[in-house]
């Protein structure tokens, strides 16, 4: 009996300091939740510009094309390669933007409203 209730002592313990260790990180998941969403409504953002910015320059691209039409083939060859995986990539990364804006806007309104 005695050593029953040492056991149930010994796990009581070790329950205790499980308990506590999720506590504190309880504690400081809390206090980086601010941090941590800022962070991503920031990698949303940075994520759009990037996308912004490969669009921008295939259209730069084009617009090049266009008007070298009559000029040096693999001058307008090179510019067609290079703009094509900048047009997919720009497109993956302009949904990525759309899906993650969709999914914090909560978040963001959340955010925002703590920073008044």
Known sequence: MA???ARDNIQSEEDLEKMMELNSLME????????LSRD???VAGAIG?????LLTIVIIEILIILVNLGGDPLFTGAL????????VYG???LRKFFELRE???RLYEINKQLEK
């Open 80 to 87: 067609i390669l290079t703009s094509i995986p900048m047009l």
């Open 103 to 105: 999914r914090y806007a």
């Open 28 to 35: 400081e998941m809390v206090r980086d939740a601010s941090a």
């Open 40 to 42: 991503l409504i920031e």
């Open 91 to 93: 497109i993956i990364l």
């Open 3 to 5: 050593k029953e209730q």
């Open 49 to 53: 510009g990037a996308a912004a910015l």
